[in-house]
Every structure is written in C-alpha cells, then in structure tokens.
C-alpha cells in the first residue's frame, strides 16, 4: 500500500507537455481509499493546486494554509525544512524494504518445506551414546556440539550434533544455524545433514568432524607449521566464499569467527561453523555499514578475528589465555623490532623456514590494523598464506633432496 501511495504522489508530481505537475496538499490515510483487492486510489483533491512549471520547488509561505493538522507541512509556517528524500528516492526505499521482508518470508517458507527431507526422527539419534525414544528425552548431556550418530536402516552415520535450548523459538533468525550451511555450499563450511524437534528438544545435524574444533589443538606439537598454514589457507577460503565471490551470491558475515567454531576433519581440513550471530545481506544489497553499523567493507569485523586466529596457531595458545596482555599487542612489540620469531610456538619453532614466517606473520598483524577499511579481504589473506606455504614446502624439499644426497 505504502508503495502504491508513492506511486500515486510521483505520478501527481511529474509533469511534461500534457500533464501539469499537482501538489495535492492533504494526502492522509482518510484520502486514501483501498479497492476490492485492496489497490491504492488517492482522492479528494478539493485543496490540491496545480505547480507551475517555471515555479521553484520550495513550498510557498502563505497565510492560507491548507491540509490537515499533524500532516501539514511545517514549512507553510515559515519551520525549516529537513532534507527530505524525492518520492524516486522513496519509491526505491520502499522496493528494498519489501524484497528484504521478501526474502526473509521465503526463507522461513523454505525451511518448512524441507522438513520431509531433512527432518530425522528422535530415535534415529545417539547422542553421546545415549539413545532417545518417543517417551524419553531425559538424557543428561547440556547444550552444545557433541559427537553422535544417526541411523539409516541398518547403518549409523558418525555426526556433530548441535542440542539447542528448551526455549529456543522457530524463526527465521533462529535458524541461521540451519540455513546458512543448507544454503551456502563449500567445502570449508560446515556441512548440514538434518534436523530434529520434537518434544521440547532442537538439534541441528552437521557432517562428522573427527578432529573436533581448532581450540583443542592450538598447543598440539603433532600439529606442524605445514598443517598450520593449511588450516589458515581452509579458513581464508571458507570466508573468502561466505564474504560473496561466487556470482550473485549473496554474502555471509559470520560476526563469531573464532577457534572453538572452526572444525577438523581426519584429515585435518577446516570448516568454519556456528552462525547463529550470522547476517546475511542479499546479493543486491548495498552494503555500507554491515558490523553492527560500525562501518568498514564487507565481512572486516570476520578478518579481524581470523587475524587473532593466525596468532593463535603461531603462538600455540588461545588468545583469551594469555594475562596481562592481548596476543595481538604482545605481537605488535616483537614485530616492531623484527622478532616475531619469538612469539612462535616453541614446539615448532625449528620446522619454520624464516621467510614462510615473515610472510605469515605480515599478512596477519595486517588482519588487526586499527583502521578497518586498510585490513585484508579474505582472498589477499590467501593469496599470502598460500605463497607463506609454498615457501615452506620448498624449502623442505631442498632439505630432502640435500639430505638423499649425503646418503
């Protein structure tokens, strides 16, 4: 209605050699009268005047004002006027507003329909190897991702299943968790298989991740600089996908990146989870602001986190370990004077090549840069770590070459 309306006062407003431009000068919801079908007429046009077309755009100041108290304009008694948008400007305004509502509607409607093919039966899960059955949901396990299974006939299938809370509500926005992965497609993000609710109980069903989640394993020795950069290289292309390069596709700011939700498959490959702070803008959208409206490019607030991850497995700790200190500032200082060697997991330290390290680190202090407009887009940051890996690699093989030689 509200676009019908603006419609109806652009077409009033424009002029050309048949038409004269009209100023109506008491549009207000008793002026607008609604059709069978509920389609938009304005009327009542005892008080509209007709705008010449050599007259300015300024409402002129008169002592015969003419509308209705509330609606009339403020100018007719000499106000300042705000800026106020042109009825295009409107019209485009109310366009967006309605595909947004659009796609919001048809994202919930598409989560419903799924449910036949999505949807798992209680007693087809193992949580944890405790068993649920229709009369029983007691188990005692809290919320949160656990190993389980889901049978198929007379075969199970080993998954993460994320347990959700009792008062967990079925919208759209609720279920991020669900549609993100259903959706976005890549082989860095966390798959989905399905769903269950029943009786007060919600889980979420994701491909099995035998590894578990990166946090577990920050200060694994058995976890080599080589793997390091792999994971890293796994994380750049999951967000480098979620941040929209595909063609027309829309984009993902996940708002929560960090290590406990990025998961490890046996062989070690990253795949980024946990979207329920997610937003996702369509891909018509113009984003200006898009991190709490703070400003910055697309997906900024996700590479900044991915930066404190790149520390992470450089230093072998959890940034939220370290007293005192963030491991970004204890980095900056060792960086600065040309030592970021000594902020390297001891463990490993012998197995990095120097310039793999400067090359890693570089790309990642540039992660944390202040101003967010000058960080790295996620696909500079794997440009960087895949020449940081190649370098790493190389040098290896030299050594082993040289190594075969001497035998």
Excluded at 45 to 69: D, M, Q, V, Y
Aim: proline letters at 3%; aromatic letters at 10%; a negative charge.
């Amino acid at each position: 209605m509200c676009l019908d309306i603006a419609y109806g006062v652009s077409y009033l407003h424009t002029s050309d050699d048949d038409k004269t431009c009209i100023i109506h000068r008491d549009i207000k919801s008793g002026n607008i009268l609604l059709g069978e079908n509920l389609e938009v007429k304005i009327a009542d046009f005892g008080l509209s005047i007709f705008h010449p077309k050599n007259h300015p755009s300024r409402t002129i100041n008169t002592e015969h004002c003419a509308g209705t108290h509330v609606y009339l304009d403020p100018e007719y008694k000499e106000e300042a006027q705000a800026d106020r948008p042109k009825m295009e400007e409107v019209i485009n305004g109310l366009k967006k507003a309605i595909d947004l509502q659009s796609r919001e509607k048809m994202c919930h409607d598409s989560q419903k329909n799924r449910k036949n093919t999505l949807e798992i039966p209680l007693e087809d899960i193992s949580l944890g190897g405790e068993n649920f059955n229709n009369t029983n949901c007691n188990i005692e396990k809290g919320y949160g991702m656990y190993d389980g299974e889901v049978r198929y006939g007379n075969e199970t299938k080993s998954v993460i299943i994320k347990r959700m809370s009792k008062f967990f509500q079925e919208t759209p926005g609720s279920w991020r968790e669900f549609e993100i992965p259903f959706k976005h497609k890549h082989e860095n993000v966390i798959g989905l298989v399905g769903y269950c609710k029943k009786m007060n109980e919600n889980f979420i069903v994701y491909e099995n991740a035998i590894n578990q989640s990166l946090d577990m394993h920050v200060g694994n020795a058995t976890l080599t600089w080589t793997k390091r950069l792999k994971i890293g290289i796994d994380i750049g292309n999951g967000l480098k996908f979620l941040h929209g390069s595909g063609e027309g596709q829309d984009v993902v700011i996940h708002r929560d990146l960090k290590s406990s939700n990025i998961l490890l498959t046996g062989g070690w490959k990253a795949k980024i989870c946990g979207f329920d702070v997610s937003i996702i803008y369509p891909n018509n959208h113009n984003i200006r602001y898009t991190d709490d409206e703070i400003g910055g490019f697309p997906g900024c607030c996700d590479i900044y986190c991915f930066g404190v991850i790149l520390f992470e497995l450089l230093c072998g700790r959890l940034a939220c370990t370290v007293r005192g200190q963030s491991l970004d500032s204890l980095f900056e200082g060792q960086f600065e004077v040309d030592r970021p060697d000594k902020l390297v997991f001891k463990r490993i330290r012998e197995q990095i090549v120097w310039k793999s390290l400067v090359t890693f680190t570089t790309i990642a202090f540039n992660c944390l840069h202040d101003d967010r407009d000058k960080r790295p887009t996620a696909s500079e940051v794997v440009v960087q770590l895949q020449h940081a890996l190649e370098l790493q690699v190389s040098y290896q093989s030299v050594e082993y070459v040289i190594f075969i030689l001497k035998q």
